[in-house]
Antibody, heavy 121, light 113 residues
Framework: EVQLVESGGGLVQPGGSLRISCEAS????????MSWVRQAPGKGLEWVSG????????YHADSVKGRFTISRDNSRNTLYLQMNSLRAEDTAIYYC??????????????WGQGTLVTVSS | DIVMTQSPDSLAVSLGERATINCKSS????????????LAWYQQKPGQPPKLLIY???TRESGVPDRFSGSGSGTDFTLTISSLQAEDVAVYYC?????????FGQGTKLEIK
């Protein structure tokens, strides 16, 4: 059974940093591209960052480029998102999501339950 | 970025009746090389992550009831629930994965009339 379990969310001050994690199980983690998608309270879905199975290619939305870094440790079946220079508008539930097929341009078939990041003073 | 626009924003349908949600993309999401539309539909219930219903515009994900169907091509797409059940109350999102960044519609809230 595929499982994605996020952790590391919490309250952080504007300008601060946070690293969130997603531990994966139930599928060959290193074979699949992975992404982070966020949802601000009461709002819609926004793709944030993505990474290839090997970790050699990464992609970021313009809204987080230069501030967020996605990475993965395939030996630990874990996906990370390092978030720096956090702003109030980064407040959201952050979901990790598994890509459906073994290619980048695909949708997401499994999502974690999410971890809440709140940026506030 | 490709802009996805859903209509309506909210919808109230009687149990057992048909529900139809529309999604329009600002540019075509049809890849001519493989004749596939890079369009997915999701269902999200309160307090839960999104659940994949449909991909390639019309392919139902495993385990999704056959009352859910997707149609359309190019820039105009539709999600149809043929006979609404109480458990279908949710927000529905369309998503294009034709290019990066993938983008989502604003969501359509489906309620029981």
């Amino acid at each position: 059974e595929v499982q994605l379990v996020e952790s590391g969310g919490g309250l952080v001050q504007p300008g601060g940093s946070l690293r969130i994690s997603c531990e994966a199980s139930g599928f060959p983690f290193s074979n699949y591209d992975m992404s982070w998608v966020r949802q601000a309270p009461g709002k819609g879905l926004e793709w944030v960052s993505g990474i290839s199975g090997s970790g050699g290619s990464t992609y970021h939305a313009d809204s987080v480029k230069g501030r967020f870094t996605i990475s993965r440790d395939n030996s630990r079946n874990t996906l990370y998102l390092q978030m720096n220079s956090l702003r109030a508008e980064d407040t959201a539930i952050y979901y990790c999501a598994k890509h459906l097929f073994l290619e980048w341009l695909t949708t997401f078939d499994y999502w974690g339950q999410g971890t809440l990041v709140t940026v506030s003073s | 970025d490709i802009v996805m626009t859903q209509s309506p924003d909210s919808l109230a349908v009687s149990l057992g009746e048909r529900a139809t949600i529309n999604c329009k993309s600002s540019q075509s999401v049809l890849y001519r090389s493989n004749n596939k539309n890079y369009l997915a539909w999701y269902q999200q219930k309160p307090g839960q992550p999104p659940k994949l219903l449909i991909y390639w515009a019309s392919t139902r994900e495993s385990g999704v009831p056959d009352r859910f169907s997707g149609s359309g091509s190019g820039t105009d797409f539709t999600l149809t629930i043929s006979s609404l059940q109480a458990e279908d109350v949710a927000v529905y999102y369309c998503q294009q994965y034709y290019n990066t960044p993938c983008t989502f519609g604003q969501g359509t809230k489906l309620e029981i009339k």
